[in-house]
């Protein structure tokens, strides 16, 4: 059985520090996807990984991953308020879709 | 905007009742999926439609059906309603392998 675990599970972080949210998961695959949802709304896509030790960067967030490992990273640099949500991610077994358990992330001023 | 519309935004349903749920994908997109979430979890893939045939499945009892039609809609149809299909129920479409998935604004269902 396919299993996509994240930690922590939940997260509650001041603003101006870095941490790193973990994405593992238990089977082949090299295509990992991180995505972001807010409460009440839809997922939105941060990043796409398509091979072993893809890094993708977007303003403060930051992902990657190792296919070898099985893991994916999203690390945040400086956080701030507005990266308040709850982060999943996606593995990517042959175009469906399998979710992490989700990251609920809340930036304290 | 995602160009992934669904409707309706809020449903309620009593057990044992049939519900269907339509989904708009974006034009040029012909792979579709539907997902439940139920509160506080991780989407749930329920299965995926690649032009207009069931091109995976995850494990969901039958009574969870699909359509996929040639203008980009699709529908999720679910029988026999359960108090555990209280959900959000998400439709995501994609142009392809190794694309993301976008993502629609859900059908919010409730079973009374």
């Known amino acids: 059985e396919l299993k996509v675990e994240q930690n922590p599970l939940f997260l509650s972080m001041q603003e101006g520090k870095n941490y790193t949210i973990y994405c593992n998961y238990s089977t082949t695959s090299d295509r990992l996807y991180w995505y972001r949802q807010d409460p009440g709304k839809s997922l939105e896509s941060l990043f796409v990984?398509?091979?072993?030790?893809a890094v993708k960067q977007e303003g403060r967030l930051m992902a990657s991953l190792d296919t070898k490992a099985r893991l994916s990273t999203l690390h945040i640099t400086a956080a701030v308020h507005d990266l308040s949500a709850t982060y999943f991610c996606?593995?990517?077994?042959?175009?469906?879709?399998?979710f992490g358990t989700g990251t609920s992330l809340t930036v304290i001023p | 905007e995602t160009g992934v519309t669904q409707s309706p935004t809020h449903l309620i349903k009593t057990r044992g009742q049939q519900v269907t749920l339509r989904c708009s994908s974006q034009s040029g997109h012909n792979t579709v999926s539907w997902y439940q979430q139920a509160l506080g979890q991780g989407p749930q893939f329920i299965f995926q439609?690649?032009?207009?045939?069931?091109?995976g499945r995850g494990n969901f009892p039958p009574r969870f059906s699909g359509l996929q039609f040639p203008n980009y809609s699709s529908e999720l149809n679910v029988n026999a309603l359960e108090l555990d299909d209280s959900a959000l129920y998400l439709c995501a479409s994609s142009p392809g392998s190794g694309q993301p998935q976008h993502f629609g604004d859900g059908t919010r269902l409730s079973i009374l």
């Open positions: 996606a593995v990517d077994i042959r175009n469906q879709f399998y």
């Open positions: 990984l398509l091979s072993n030790g």
């Open positions: 439609y690649y032009r207009e045939e069931e091109n």
